[in-house]
C-alpha cells in the first residue's frame, strides 16, 4: 500500500517497515507482508496518514541509453529521471533494453501492469527493427513462424519488410511474448543482429508524435483498450492446440507441422493489435514518429 500510494518503490516501503516507522490502526507493524484493507484500516508512515494513490498510467519515449529499473549501482540513467515531475511513484510494465528506445509504459496500477505483461494475455509488442544483412525470404518466414532460443520456441509473430539497405534490413516486427531481449534474440537466431530496435506500440497504444524522452498521460480509452478483457478472451480463442514442430529442409531448423503461418493482413496480430498494415514508416528511428492512427 506504501508503494501503491506513491510514496516510495517497494524496498523503500520494507526499509520503511523494517525501522518501524509505519503503523496500522495505532500499531508498529513488522513484516511487509502485514495485509491491510484500504477501506477499514489506518496507516501511517511517521504518524502522518497513507492514502490509497490515484492511480497513474504515463506513456514514455523511452531513450536509447536509460534503464527500465528504479536505481542502478553503477549509476547509469534510468527513466526515473525523466520522470521527476510526475510525483508518484509508477513502475515501468516489462522492460526495454538500455539499447532500445520507445514506448514504455509505467503505473502504479500492479494489476494492470501483470496484465499487461503476462505472456497469457498474448498483448502485442510492436518493434521497428534494423537488422544487420538483408535478410532473405526462408529468414523472414523463420521469423514469422517462430525460431527455437535458448528458453524454447517463440510464438508465431508477424513481420514485415520495410525497406532493404545496402548492408540492413527494415522490418517491423510484432511479438505476443515479452521474454529478456526476444527481438535480439531471434534475430540472432536467423544469423542476423539487431543494430537498432524501436518499440512504437503495446496493444492499440502507439507512440505517435511524442518527443523522444518526453512522457504523457494515456487517455482513459488507452487504458480501458489494454485493460480490457478482450486480450484474454482472444488470446484463449487462439490457443488451439498445436502439432508438433518437424525439422525444415534447408537449416530453417524446424517449423510448426501445419506449415508455415499464414501471414495476416493488417500487419497486427489479427486481433486488434498494435500494428495496422498501413503503418509501413509511420514509426521513425529518428525518435520522431510520425502520427497515430
Ligand atoms: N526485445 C529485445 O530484444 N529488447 C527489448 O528491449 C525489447 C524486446
Same mark, same amino acid.
Given at each position: 500500500? +506504501? ?33 491491510? @484493507?484500504?477501506?477499514? @484500516?489506518? &496507516? #501511517? ?31 547509469? /540513467?534510468? &527513466? ?13 510494465? *516489462?522492460?526495454?533494453?538500455?539499447? #532500445? ?5 509505467? #503505473?502504479?496500477? #500492479? ?7 503476462? /505472456? ?7 518493434? +521497428? ?41 527494415? +522490418? ?57 478483457? @478482450? ?7 487462439? @490457443?488451439?492446440?498445436?502439432? /508438433?514442430?518437424?525439422?525444415?529442409? *534447408? ?43
Amino acid at each position: 500500500m +506504501l508503494s501503491k500510494a506513491g510514496l516510495g518503490s517497494r524496498t523503500e516501503a520494507r526499509k520503511w517497515i523494517g525501522a518501524g516507522r509505519v503503523q496500522v490502526n495505532g500499531k508498529v507493524i513488522q513484516t511487509p507482508d502485514h495485509w491491510v @484493507d484500504p477501506g477499514k @484500516d489506518e &496507516v #501511517t508512515l511517521d504518524g502522518k496518514a497513507v492514502r490509497a494513490a490515484e492511480k497513474a498510467y504515463l506513456l514514455l519515449y523511452k531513450p536509447k541509453g536509460y534503464l527500465t529499473t528504479y536505481k542502478d549501482p553503477e549509476g547509469r /540513467p534510468t &527513466v526515473y529521471a525523466l520522470i521527476e515531475d510526475l510525483g508518484r511513484h509508477v513502475v515501468p510494465v *516489462g522492460r526495454l533494453d538500455l539499447d #532500445t528506445s520507445g514506448l514504455l509504459i509505467l #503505473t502504479n496500477d #500492479t494489476l494492470f501492469a501483470e496484465r499487461i505483461m503476462n /505472456p497469457e494475455f498474448k498483448v502485442p509488442k510492436t518493434y +521497428l527493427v534494423k537488422a544487420a544483412g538483408v535478410l532473405g525470404e526462408e529468414q523472414m518466414e523463420r521469423l514469422r513462424n517462430g525460431v527455437e532460443l535458448e528458453d524454447g520456441w517463440t510464438r508465431p509473430a508477424v513481420v514485415t519488410r520495410l525497406r532493404n539497405r545496402e548492408n540492413s534490413t527494415f +522490418l517491423e516486427m510484432t511479438i505476443t511474448e515479452g521474454r529478456n531481449r526476444q527481438v535480439r534474440r531471434m534475430l540472432e537466431a536467423v544469423g542476423s543482429k539487431v543494430r537498432k530496435l524501436v518499440r512504437t506500440a503495446i496493444g492499440p497504444v502507439r507512440i505517435g508524435k511524442l518527443e523522444i524522452g518526453k512522457w504523457r498521460v494515456l487517455e482513459r480509452e488507452e487504458v480501458n483498450a489494454l485493460a480490457g478483457e @478482450d486480450w484474454f478472451k482472444r488470446a484463449k480463442a487462439d @490457443d488451439r492446440p498445436r502439432a /508438433p514442430r518437424k525439422p525444415v529442409p *534447408g537449416g530453417g531448423g524446424t517449423r510448426d507441422a501445419r506449415g508455415p503461418r499464414k501471414r495476416q493482413s493488417g500487419g497486427g496480430t489479427g486481433r486488434g493489435g498494435g500494428s495496422k498494415g498501413d503503418s509501413r514508416g509511420r514509426a521513425r528511428f529518428a525518435g520522431r514518429p510520425r502520427a497515430k492512427k
